[in-house]
């Protein structure tokens, strides 16, 4: 599976951005996604995860309550609404596609996030 992941952008701190991400194929049902991201310096972290259907969703302590994470099977697309950013939430943001939460085989380009203080 193929991902491009779009919407990044400057945003001042407690703005929001939507984030999305589209696969190629038409497995994309089958698959766990995921998204992670990347500061400068600092090594990829964990964002969120969805199940396959969509109904089940698990974020990083330091987003939880802020961003939100959907799925559109019908449109092989996810989608990562952040809301109230911060300037930590700077990062180059991956989307990620796996068949457990535990094994993201396909990874996206990124897409650069940038929050101003």
């Known amino acids: 599976v193929q991902l491009q992941a779009s919407g990044g952008g400057l945003v001042q701190a407690g703005g929001s951005l939507r984030l999305s991400c589209v696969a190629s194929?038409?497995?994309?049902?089958?698959?766990?996604m995921g998204w992670f991201r990347q500061a400068p310096g600092k090594e990829r972290e964990f964002v969120a995860t969805?199940?396959?259907?969509?109904?089940?969703?698990t974020y990083a302590d330091s987003v939880k309550g802020r961003f939100t994470f959907s799925r559109d099977n019908a449109k092989n697309t996810v989608y990562l609404q952040m809301n109230s950013l911060k300037p930590e939430d700077t990062a180059i943001y991956y989307c990620?596609?796996?068949?457990?939460?535990?094994?993201?085989?396909?990874w996206g380009q990124g897409t650069q996030v940038t929050v101003s203080s």
């Open positions: 990620a596609a796996g068949k457990t939460i535990a094994t993201f085989n396909y």
């Open positions: 969805i199940s396959r259907g969509g109904g089940t969703t």
């Open positions: 194929g038409r497995t994309f049902s089958y698959y766990v």
